[in-house]
């Protein structure tokens, strides 16, 4: 009789019951072809934990208590559930390397997708969440109930540092909070990060002045982990108390470090998700924004990109609603059940494509808790930048209010000119 040679089959139990403390997962899959269902979702649950290709000589008996099991399969969808053992508290890149790791490259699967992870309160307690979170960016920048306002001077790349600061003048003048790098502008030979720091302070002070009211930026600090505890310090000592990060391109490991230094600091963190379509925008395999942005919440950010639904982005109203309830939200019900106990809750930042029109349909999907970032529909206004900035001031008025864009544009030169130019239009 031929020895066995493999032995995924040993980590699938459709009778299986999660322990409290487990880690579990719900995972789209497609086999390859020649694959069955089964043999795919062992495939899953043996390479995220403690399986390998072939039958072994010697096995320690721990290993049938911390292996991950499959144990719920429906259709081309499957639960594996994970022992809490297997997890180094508090490390989010081991935590990737295991449910997001060398399962995406088996041949045995043609399509695979990290949907989400419940992670249970003893994983969880070992992370320390945003250090601000909703309420404390509210308090930062004295806004009550509206929607926080911030701009990416454009074009995002190409301005010196005094062209830059200037454009942000203009923005914080026309009523915005916030002024925003982008995600590929760090430090040029054309706009150094020290210049525009040192300029945008300058301007931040005179406009705080001249307005009343609190005034912010947030500059991009991306880059290797000591330059950016660097560069955070930089922020910190030119009186800024926020810190930009591209939280994907970056890593988790260098936002857990980045969030201990920016806590200790007083900044929010402001994460840019660029690069997160590599991983999200297929929808039969990667991994999902939504688990994406929760991992970032996780592991401390306070505010994260999380689409539109109605700009130039890739996204639906569903998803978005869903990223903004696991940001915002303290117990979540789906996709799984996700407790945050004690973690504070995080922003979602609506950016790509915006201009006034577009203002009441992005409040309607995400409420007056998120950050609109309105970058081209500002800097495009017919009348310049801080006329653009106004217009949207004036729509965010207007949808709180429940008042027609196109009523209180009546009333409202600088909201009826963006209207005129842009209408509704949602760019492609």
Request: charged share 25%; net charge positive.
């Amino acid at each position: 009789m031929r020895e066995k040679i493999d032995w995924y089959d040993e980590f699938i139990d459709l009778n299986y019951t999660p322990a409290k403390h487990d880690l579990v997962c719900l995972y789209y899959f497609e086999p390859a072809k020649g694959i069955s269902a089964e043999e795919a979702i062992g495939r899953i649950a043996s390479e995220s934990s403690a399986g390998t290709w072939t039958t072994l000589h010697e096995l320690p008996a721990r290993v049938e208590k911390i292996k991950a099991r499959a144990y719920e399969l429906s259709g081309r969808y499957v639960k594996v559930a994970y022992p809490i053992d297997l997890w180094e508290p508090g490390n989010a890149p081991q935590l990737l390397s295991g449910i997001a790791g060398n399962i995406f490259g088996m041949k045995a699967l043609r399509n695979l997708r990290l949907i989400d992870a419940s992670l249970p309160a003893r994983y969880i307690k070992h992370f320390r969440g945003p250090h601000h979170g909703i309420g404390g960016i509210r308090k930062l920048l004295k806004v009550g109930r509206r929607p926080i306002t911030g701009a990416v001077p454009k074009p995002k790349i190409g301005f010196s540092a005094a062209e830059h600061a200037r454009v942000a003048y203009e923005t914080w003048m026309g009523g915005f909070d916030l002024v925003k790098d982008d995600e590929n502008l760090t430090s040029t030979s054309f706009n150094r990060f020290e210049e525009r720091v040192e300029r945008m302070a300058k301007f931040k002070e005179k406009a705080q002045k001249q307005t009343g009211e609190e005034k912010d930026a947030l500059l991009n600090i991306t880059g290797e982990t000591k330059e950016m505890i660097r560069k955070a310090k930089l922020l910190s000592d030119s009186g800024f108390r926020f810190a930009m990060i591209d939280v994907v391109t970056c890593g988790t490991a260098s936002v857990q470090t980045l969030r201990d230094e920016c806590g200790d600091l007083g900044l929010a963190i402001h994460a840019h998700r660029a690069m997160h379509a590599t991983f999200d925008r297929n929808p039969k395999h990667g991994i999902t924004m939504y688990f994406l942005a929760k991992l970032m919440r996780l592991v401390g950010v306070d505010e994260i990109h999380a689409g539109t639904a109605v700009g130039k982005l890739v996204s639906t109203k569903k998803e978005i609603n869903l990223i903004a309830d696991v940001l915002r939200e303290q117990k979540i019900k789906e996709p799984m059940v996700q407790d945050w106990g004690l973690i504070k809750p995080a922003l979602p930042v609506s950016s790509g494509g915006l201009h006034p029109g577009l203002i009441p349909p992005v409040m309607h999907i995400l409420g007056n808790d998120c950050t609109l970032l309105v970058s081209g529909g500002i800097h495009g206004h017919p009348k310049g930048t801080r006329a653009g900035a106004m217009a949207v001031m004036q729509a965010i008025e207007a949808a709180m209010e429940g008042i027609d864009l196109s009523e209180y544009s009546r009333t409202h030169r600088e909201l009826q000119q963006a209207l005129e130019k842009w209408e509704y239009l949602k760019p492609k």
